[in-house]
């Protein structure tokens, strides 16, 4: 079964343009939440989405949105990058809600870089 | 609120020894389930072990095991016979059931020495 898959890896923006992360989870896992890591704050929980709907949501401002298609994909997008956006944004998906005690299974991660 | 604390943010061990490390939380809740997550450099996180808040028995997986302390809120991470495969930064986790939230620790980065 392949697993979790993020693309694209790196990516590199100025301040001020928007981004968008996409993220196909393992089959059949109808669960997928988001990260942010950074050095200094280690992991961040940004927002957890299952059957197409936000079930939770961290301590992160409006600019930081997401969704989750039928099929279980989630994209998540960043608007009016700021410096402080630079960051590792993880993907991880489980068979139900994470919140729930099941096992994420991450994927490998996008880059981003703001300059 | 709940957090969770990881006090040593780097550490080392000469392969084939035992290394510990230390993970701190804090919940009123009694029904909960803490993990330890494993990210090797460059590489995706996995799942190390897992503990439910409710088993005594603490939980074990080949050279992992876990010292889960319920009262003194600590569950804390053993690695034994260590190898250079496990040279990785190792996350702390804590779920309670409800909150849908996963909260982890800050990491602590450990490096498995020749």
């Known amino acids: 079964k392949a697993g979790v898959t993020q693309t694209p890896r790196y990516l590199i923006k100025t301040r001020g343009q928007q981004v968008t992360l996409s993220c196909s989870p393992i089959?059949?896992?109808?669960?997928v939440s988001w990260y942010q890591q950074t050095p200094g704050q280690g992991l961040q929980f940004l927002f957890e989405?299952?059957?197409?709907?936000?079930?939770n949501k961290g301590n992160f401002p409006g600019r930081f949105s997401g969704r989750q298609f039928s099929n279980s994909r989630s994209e998540m997008n960043v608007s009016t990058l700021e410096l402080g956006d630079s960051a590792l944004y993880l993907c991880?998906?489980?068979?139900?809600?994470?919140?729930?005690?099941?096992?994420?299974?991450f994927g490998p991660g996008t880059r981003l870089l703001v300059l | 609120a709940q957090t969770v604390t990881q006090s040593q943010p780097e550490m080392s061990v000469q392969e084939a020894e035992t290394v510990t490390l230390s993970c701190t939380y804090d919940?009123?809740?009694?029904?909960?389930?803490l993990f330890w997550y494993k990210q090797p450099p460059s590489r995706q996180m996995i799942l190390v072990i897992r503990q439910e808040a409710y088993k005594q028995q603490n939980a074990t997986e080949n050279r992992f095991s876990v010292n889960f302390q319920k009262a003194a809120k600590s569950f804390s991470l053993k690695i034994s016979d260590s190898q250079l495969g496990d040279t990785a930064m190792y996350f702390c986790a804590l779920v309670i059931p409800g909150t849908y939230k996963y909260i982890f620790g800050t990491g602590t980065r450990l490096k498995v020495l020749a």
């Open positions: 989405y299952f059957s197409e709907t936000q079930r």
């Open positions: 089959s059949g896992h109808r669960s």
């Open positions: 991880a998906s489980s068979l139900g809600l994470a919140g729930l005690q099941e096992t994420q299974y």
């Open positions: 919940t009123s809740e009694n029904n909960y389930y």
